[in-house]
């Protein structure tokens, strides 16, 4: 299968690139790190187009919104219409922020593009992801490297990116046209971020709010997606224990 990989180059959709390349499938990339923005994407005979790149953080979309407009709306609406015109079925990133959307503008770009979306387009509402290449500024990625400097009451549904991995490629596998418009993708799992921290050694360390901009609660609810065959296999306290975490 010819497949069409906005973002092929980031935390995901590098994770994705290779497992689409080790199962025999050609894959068309485009992402501004190999010079080809998605602000040029073209179908080109595809069949089929995973579209994850996008920019996230949603405390940086409160002081910039308009970049968060002009990178995940505009360009997210010419993909969703090029594929659908060119009836190219699509998988894109949305993510568990649709729930709350209202408290950030990156929220926002997000609803945004599940009410811009077509036939045949499936939105992956993905929660917190963690996994080798991930951003060490994530609060995973700080506790493993002893750079926690506060803890949090929020609760978070930390998903492994390989699980993502195997969701978006059990999602490809089915007939979109019985697919619903989005899934959750997440443990359906929720850790309070400070007992997390507390048991891996950053008991000491201040419990702030957090940011209001941010969603308190993100845990998915995944029954749509066991329903179709798929579980998570990683649990994060496991991963945890076998990175051993400086602790400061």
Request: glycine share 8%.
């Amino acid at each position: 299968m010819k497949v069409i990989l906005t973002g092929s180059q980031g935390f995901i959709g590098s994770h994705l690139k290779n497992r689409l390349e080790n199962e025999g499938h050609e894959v068309v990339e485009w992402d501004l790190k190999i010079n080809k923005p998605i602000e040029d994407f073209a179908t080109r005979g595809a069949d089929y187009c995973i579209h994850l790149a996008a920019i996230a953080n949603v405390r940086n979309s409160i002081k910039d919104p308009q970049k968060y407009w002009d990178n995940n709306v505009k360009n997210t609406t010419r993909i969703q219409r090029l594929c659908f015109f060119n009836n190219v079925p699509l998988l894109y990133a949305s993510s568990s922020c649709i729930h709350n959307w209202w408290l950030s503008p990156y929220g926002t770009t997000k609803k945004v593009n599940e009410e811009t979306s077509f036939d045949k387009q499936v939105a992956l509402r993905f929660t917190t992801v963690y996994g080798s290449g991930a951003r060490e500024s994530m609060f995973i990625g700080k506790l493993i490297g002893g750079k926690l400097e506060h803890l949090t009451n929020h609760v978070r549904d930390f998903i492994h990116v390989n699980d993502v991995v195997d969701a978006i490629m059990l999602l490809m596998s089915k007939d979109i046209r019985l697919l619903k418009s989005a899934y959750d993708i997440g443990t359906g799992v929720g850790n309070i971020v400070s007992d997390l921290g507390k048991e891996f050694g950053y008991g000491h360390l201040p419990v702030t709010d957090g940011d209001a901009c941010e969603s308190k609660n993100n845990v998915a609810d995944i029954t749509n997606m066991k329903e179709l065959g798929w579980s998570p296999a990683i649990e994060v306290k496991k991963y945890l224990s076998e990175k051993k975490p400086l602790q400061t």
